[in-house]
T-cell receptor, first 113, second 115 residues
């Protein structure tokens, strides 16, 4: 049973446009949410996070939105750049448990010049 | 900071052989995680340690898999005997509860191929 779903395996956008990556979760105990970025032949690297007490967190070109009632979060990248081409993972966790994260299967973003 | 170090980066072995993957976490981190990435299952948590003690090994697929953390700076994941379906990329990650960010730092991974 997948607790975290990233229903779009891939996404292709033009340079300069907005990229929107989506993530749905089922576990209502999740109270913090991380996004990771992964390039080929490298380990995932942390990108941005949001806690359940917020509905938006912004860091430069990256913004994460959280809709707790819908158990949905999204990552917006604007403007998109070719260097953003990577696999993006949604990874929520539960503060009451431990430092453990549950990773989605990822969305491969391709930004075309 | 050298980051999380994993060795070897690539491992090719024959079915039935023992495989040992190694990880050195970031100094000062008190959590260590082992993950496996496959096309079918994505990035799945195998086991994690807190202060060198295994906390949750429910993700370890079979008794053929074992993990140890003899000290704060070293961990191993062993597969004995290995099977072709164990072929995957294995990641080690570490984190610090003192930071209160839940951010995990990943190593570059070990690509395992079992023929």
């Amino acid at each position: 049973d997948q607790q975290v779903k990233q229903n779009s395996p891939s996404l292709s956008v033009q340079e300069g446009r907005i990229s929107i990556l989506n993530c749905d979760y089922t576990n209502s105990m999740f109270d913090y949410f991380l996004w990771y970025k992964k390039y080929p032949a490298e380990g995932p690297t942390f990108l941005i996070s949001i806690s359940s007490i917020k509905d938006k967190n912004e860091d430069g070109r990256f913004t994460v939105f959280l809709n707790k009632s819908a158990k949905h979060l999204s990552l917006h990248i604007v403007p998109s750049q070719p260097g953003d081409s990577a696999v993006y993972f949604c990874a929520p966790g539960d503060q009451g448990g431990s430092e453990k994260l549950v990773f989605g299967k990822g969305t491969k973003l391709t930004v075309n010049p | 900071d050298a980051g999380v170090i994993q060795s070897p980066r690539h491992e090719v072995t024959e079915m039935g052989q023992e495989v040992t993957l190694r990880c050195k976490p970031i100094s000062g981190h008190d959590y260590l995680f082992w993950y496996r990435q496959t096309m079918m299952r994505g990035l799945e948590l195998l086991i994690y340690f807190n202060n060198n003690v295994p906390i949750d090994d429910s993700g370890m697929p079979e008794d053929r898999f074992s993990a140890k953390m003899p000290n704060a700076s070293f961990s191993t994941l062993k597969i004995q005997p290995s099977e072709p379906r164990d072929s995957a990329v294995y990641f080690c990650a570490s984190s610090s509860s003192a930071r209160n960010t839940y951010e995990q730092y990943f190593g570059p991974g070990t690509r395992l191929t079992v023929t």
